[in-house]
């Protein structure tokens, strides 16, 4: 049975930095393209970045672009999202999705999320 | 790019049937099959109700279904029952791998 749990969220302060984490079971991440999608409170969904299957390519949103890195761990069958330079438009749930294949940009499975908040 | 277009909100009675729209452009939804239909409830994670505009994963009920013309994708619910009450939202490639998401539509039922 596919299970994805995010953790790393909580409250930083506007310039500093926090790691996700996305601990996937069930399944093998190096067999699926990984993504972080976010939703600002009472707002829609916007997807931040993805990780091919492959683990080499990488893309990201326009919004976080330069700021936020995506990587896997596949011995630990884990995915992370860095984030620097964080900025109050980056208060969110963080959700960690699998995609359908290699690179499909559709999500079959998704994580309960994970609540960052950038104030000072 | 900007994100794809939906009404803010739409209602049926239980049984009836209600429409989403999705609009894009030529270069999102007009262009590739990757668009996606999510249901999401409050304080739930999104799940997957259509993939590849028509495509219903295992154990989503047929009475959600997807189609699109041009620019635009539907999302359909038919015989609809007081648990579709929801957040939908439709996401589609938008070229140089980027994913475009749909502002999201509140379907009330009456």
Request: proline content about 4%.
């Amino acid at each position: 049975q596919v299970q994805i749990v995010e953790s790393g969220g909580g409250v930083v302060q506007p310039g500093r930095s926090l790691r996700l984490s996305c601990a996937a079971s069930g399944f093998t991440i190096s067999t699926h393209g990984m993504h972080w999608v976010r939703q600002a409170p009472g707002k829609g969904l916007e997807w931040v970045a993805g990780l091919w299957a492959d683990g080499i390519n990488k893309n990201y949103g326009n919004s976080v672009k330069g700021r936020f890195t995506i990587s896997r761990d596949t011995s630990k069958n884990t995915v992370s999202l860095q984030m620097n330079s964080l900025r109050a438009e980056d208060t969110a749930v963080y959700y960690c999705a699998r995609d359908l294949g290699f690179w499909e940009l559709q999500f079959d499975d998704w994580g309960q999320g994970t609540l960052v908040t950038v104030s000072s | 790019q900007s994100a794809l277009t939906q009404p803010p909100s739409a209602s049926g009675s239980p049984g009836q049937s209600v429409t989403i729209s999705c609009t894009g452009t030529s270069s999102d939804v007009g262009t590739y099959n990757s668009v996606s239909w999510y249901q999401q409830h409050p304080g739930k994670a999104p799940k997957l109700l259509i993939s590849e505009v028509n495509k219903r994963p295992s154990g989503v009920p047929d009475r959600f279904s997807g189609s699109k013309s041009g620019n635009t994708a539907s999302l359909t619910v038919s015989g609809l029952r007081a648990e579709d009450e929801a957040d939908y939202y439709c996401s589609s490639y938008g070229g140089s791998n980027n994913l475009l998401f749909g502002g999201g539509t509140k379907l009330t039922v009456l």
